[in-house]
T-cell receptor, first 114, second 111 residues
Framework: EAQVTQNPRYLITVTGKKLTVTCSQN?????MSWYRQDPGLGLRQIYY???????DKGDVPEGYKVSRKEKRNFPLILESPSPNQTSLYFC?????????????FGDGTRLSIL | DAKTTQPNSMESNEEEPVHLPCNHS???????IHWYRQLPSQGPEYVIH???SNVNNRMASLAIAEDRKSSTLILHRATLRDAAVYYC????????????FGTGTRLTIIP
């Protein structure tokens, strides 16, 4: 089944403790992206990757890192999480970065930073 | 950022058609119109997209106004599983397929 898989689905942690949210897609998609969703603010893009080893900042990249060493994986790294990064995070992928390609989203990771 | 305007919420009876409106008055000639929906506790799901002509797929139909400043997503026969938040987006095609989601329309289906 074609899917985008995120892990973990839920995480409660403390300020400053490094964490990684993994994202994997099995559709051989070139384009991958991370969004965060906050009440009243919609989804905002954090980072995106047009292909392997190519990443770039979205609208809200501060406090986050990403890497794209393999086509299927696009982990989101919070080196020193803070409470303002408490949010619902979604990974998405599409065949390419073209605007006509539908994006496929994972089911989300709910992070709580205490 | 590309702006769209949608009603905050709508209700519809089960098995009736639903017309979800969207205004996108700042759209330019090469921007596509996309619709996604988000069911409870899930990630957004692609529904349909179009440029100028009306579009149909197995999930819905998209009717685009002649001036492209508005569009309507049509669910032909709503079911309880269609209860979701529906997002209308117009993408600015510059290579990064960033979808700027607004707050969408929360659709409630009445049994």
């Amino acid at each position: 089944e074609a899917q985008v898989t995120q892990n973990p689905r839920y995480l409660i942690t403390v300020t400053g403790k490094k964490l990684t949210v993994t994202c994997s897609q099995n559709m051989n998609h070139e384009y991958m992206s991370w969004y965060r969703q906050d009440p009243g603010l919609g989804l905002r893009q954090i980072y995106y990757s047009m292909n392997v080893e190519v990443t770039d900042k979205g609208d809200v990249p501060e406090g986050y890192k990403v890497s794209r060493k393999e086509k299927r994986n696009f982990p989101l790294i919070l080196e020193s999480p803070s409470p303002n990064q408490t949010s619902l995070y979604f990974c998405a992928s599409s065949l390419s970065g073209s605007s006509i390609q539908p994006q496929h989203f994972g089911d989300g990771t709910r992070l709580s930073i205490l | 950022d590309a702006k769209t305007t949608q009603p905050n919420s709508m209700e519809s009876n089960e098995e009736e058609p639903v017309h979800l409106p969207c205004n996108h008055s700042t759209i330019s000639g090469t921007d596509y119109i996309h619709w996604y929906r988000q069911l409870p506790s899930q990630g957004p799901e692609y529904v349909i997209h179009g440029l100028t002509s009306n579009v149909n797929n197995r999930m819905a139909s998209l009717a685009i106004a002649e001036d492209r400043k508005s569009s309507t997503l049509i669910l032909h026969r709503a079911t309880l599983r269609d209860a979701a938040v529906y997002y209308c987006i117009h993408s600015i095609n510059f290579g990064n397929e960033k979808l700027t989601f607004g707050t969408g329309t929360r659709l409630t289906i009445i049994p």
